[in-house]
Nanobody
């Protein structure tokens, strides 16, 4: 079992930045695909960003079109942690952000998510 705990959410003005963190415990997740989804009130949960192993400790990142150029995902395997740096935030980015992981090398937007965090709220005021 893998436990995921997010932190870093909060209230920020439009144009501001936040950095989300997700710490994994229970297993080493260096070969796991990890990333973030979000869910706004009344909307379905949607993929935001993911980081996955491709070879020899090399990782690639995948992003939803609506965050490209604004959000950056990274991971620190020594700390079993994945980060989401969010810049140029917009009111439409307001949502509960969930950390997700799967024992897979496929993209997080295509594989079945096996583990979810509890979520951290991000609110962007206009």
């Amino acid at each position: 079992q893998v436990q995921l705990v997010e932190s870093g959410g909060g209230l920020v003005q439009a144009g501001g930045s936040l950095n989300l963190s997700c710490v994994a415990s229970g297993r080493t997740v260096s070969r796991y695909v990890m990333g973030w989804f979000r869910q706004a009130p009344g909307k379905e949960r949607e993929f935001v960003a993911g980081t996955r192993w491709i070879r020899s400790w090399t990782y690639t990142a995948d992003y939803a079109d609506f965050v490209k150029g604004r959000f950056t995902i990274s991971r620190d395997n020594d700390k079993n942690t994945v980060y989401l740096q969010m810049n140029s935030l917009k009111p439409e980015d307001t949502a509960n952000y969930y950390c997700a992981a799967a024992d897979s090398v496929g993209g997080l937007d295509r594989v079945k998510v096996e583990y979810w965090g509890q979520g951290t709220q991000v609110t962007v005021s206009s």
